[in-house]
Each structure stands twice: as C-alpha cells, then as structure tokens.
C-alpha cells in the first residue's frame, strides 16, 4: 500500500500530526477536519480523503478523537519505535544536523557520524565518535544503522550512496547537491537548499516580468 | 502565469538546468526530451509538457539546443540575476547556510545576518557583521534584501516573519520546525528536516508491516 501514497500526502500526514500535538497540548480531545484543515494550507474534503485512506477515523458530528488520530498518524509514519541513523559527512551541515534537537525528538537517533578527513576522524562530537568513512560497511552493519543522512560534496555523493544501498541501507536522506540513482526499493529524499531558493527567485521573478 | 506553475513541475525545471548544465560542461550541443529526462526520474512526454509551458523550444528531429534552453531556463528560474539574501539566526544551521557554496553560485548572496542573541552581534562572518534582530525592518530597507532565510527557534518564527512581511519582503526560505503562515503574495518554502525523514520512516515502516 505504502508504495502508492505520494509523497504530497505524506508531508501532510506529517503537518496534521504537528497540529495534533498542538491541540493535545491544549487538552483539546476531538477536532473537526475544518479544524485540522483549518491549521494547514488544505480543506476539509483533502484532509477526510487523506484519512481515508488509513482506514475510518472520525465519527459524523462529534469529529476526529485527537489522541486515537495521532497515535495512528504516529504508527504510520514509523515514529512509535527508533530508528538508528547514520550521519555520512561532518562538514558544517553534518554539524548542524548533528544538534538539529527535533531529531532525537521524533526518536532519530544519530548513532555514528563518519568522515573521510583525518583532522576529523577520532575526534568526539557528544557522545559520538567521528569513524573513518573507509569502515562505511562495517559501521552500518555494527550500529544496526536504519536511515543515512548524507552531507558529502556533491562529486562524493553517488560513490557514497552506492556503498551504502550495498550495505542494505534502504532509505537516504541526501543533503549534497546532486541527484543520486539508488534501486527503486531503497526510499530517498533529497533536500537541496538551492532548489528551494531557486523557487523563490522563479516566484520573484516572474513577479516582475521579463527584464525587471 | 506563475501562480499556475506548480511546486513539482518548478522543482523538474531547476533538475532540468542542472543536467543541461553537465551537458554543456561536456561540449554537448544538442540533446533530446528522452536524453533529458533520463537523468531525472521523469518521461519524455514530461519533458516536452514542462517546456511547452514557456513557449516552443526544440525541432524535430533535431533535440533542444543545450545553450538556448539553459539560458531559456535560468531566465524562468530569475537565475540571470543576482538576489540579496539576509539570514536571520545565526545558530549552526544559519552558519552552515551561510558557507553553503552553492547560494553564492546562483546569485544568491547572504548580504546580512541578524540574530537576537547579544553574544553573537558585532561578530564577523566572513565579510558580513552579524546585526541585532530588534534591527530587522532596517536592515531589510538599507540592504535591498530580496529574499529571508529563516533559522530561527520554532517558537520564535511567525513573530519574524510577520516583521518580514511588513516590511515588504516577498520571498521567505523557512528552517524553523513551524508551519508559518504568510499573506498570498508571499512566496514561501519550508525545509523541515524531520518532515523528511519522516517520510523515510513511513516508507521504512510500511515495508516491515505493522509491529515490526
């Protein structure tokens, strides 16, 4: 089923557990899909479609139950258990990755950091050590690694990623600024902050028309 | 026009200019819709449906000219000129931002840096010294600031951005784990970095089935 869920939706998934949690802080228990809609840049209609999906939530007139909605939004996108994550570059986006505390919030753990510099390897970030980016293999396999984030230079990062789908990682979260080929059972998400700016300056220049 | 572009189809343009720009590295002259989307993860028929809504590009027979197109294609994504850039919070994702090479590349160039922290303002950032955020409206002004990047604290973010807004800024690139919200003729972009490995943990999740 999972392969069939697009990824638009899935962000939104994400972005009605966010406002969930919201309102349970709140002590808020029921909530209407207007309500949760309400919250998003979405309607009524997409949010009951997007829960439809999972099955049947809500009951007519009394609303969606806050705590049953996000402990199932929580089982579907994996965070009611850990996941072990390796971080693969420990340049100053690794080390912004590295303290990003919504990680370890959502149960990502950064359980090795590794890097092909040799000023870097051996020294200690918290309570990880930086390994040698050459042990990529044995390091996956020995932590039980589940996710790989990489923050490579893009010219490193299909070599890279490469040795890491060989190592039966099967999904990638890609910060360098290529696009990698990875075989299709292997999930992967690219964040390249050029590309998002880039949508921006499209936005601001079509704004101001040709020449401006 | 651009109102009706989507998210997706912008985000093919910018994978578009980037493989047409290692083809031009190459010496390559011409090429095809296919030879195109073949480095994406895209059809033909895609290729040849983005493009035509610019305009006709390409012959038959003959493919699409590397060098039109590219320029046809950094023109669209406002990349034929430079955008001044101000980066609000100066934390280890904003230092990461600001010594990602790659902004600089585009034109996208960081000409100021605001934080709120008194430790941090007066210090100096390459060639730029980071400002008092309780200056933000006059920063913007004096620097001509095109584009905001936010790496503020969640808690802290909407406060900012509405100050952004007011002062007539029109484009937001948005780090803060928070959905913001913002007038319609704002443009704004989310990076949520635990959005994105949770879309990962989904694809992990529905693979092991329930209770894995």
Redesign the interface.
């Known amino acids: ?3 069939k ?1 697009s ?1 638009s939706t ?2 939104r ?3 009605y557990l ?2 969930l949690e919201e309102f349970e802080e709140r002590g808020i228990e029921t909530l209407s899909s207007e309500e949760l809609a309400g ?2 840049s979405t309607t009524a209609a997409q949010v009951r479609k997007d829960l439809s999906l999972f099955g049947s939530f809500g009951k007519r007139g009394l609303g969606y139950s806050v705590q049953e909605l996000s402990a199932t939004l929580r ?5 009611d ?1 850990p ?1 072990r ?1 390796a971080l693969v570059g420990a340049g ?2 690794g ?3 590295f ?2 505390d ?2 370890r ?4 753990r950064i359980v090795s950091v590794l890097d092909s510099d040799p000023g870097k390897i051996g020294t200690q970030w918290g309570d990880v050590r930086i390994q040698d980016e050459a042990r990529l293999e044995q390091v996956l396999a020995e932590e039980k690694v ?2 790989v984030i990489l923050a490579v230079p893009g010219d490193a990062a299909q070599h890279v990623v490469e040795r890491v789908v060989s190592s039966g990682v ?4 890609n910060f360098a ?1 290529t ?1 990698l080929h990875v075989p299709g059972q292997v ?1 992967l ?1 690219d ?17 101001d028309g ?1 020449g401006a």
């Open positions: 089923m999972a392969r869920i990824e899935i962000r998934l994400s972005l966010r406002f919250r998003g089982r579907l996108l994996g965070l258990r996941w994550v100053r986006i080390s912004a990755l303290a990003y919504d990680f919030r959502r149960g990502f589940d996710i099967r999904a990638v979260l600024p696009k999930a998400r964040v390249n902050m050029s590309m998002e700016l880039e949508a921006l300056s499209f936005a601001l220049a079509a704004d040709p």
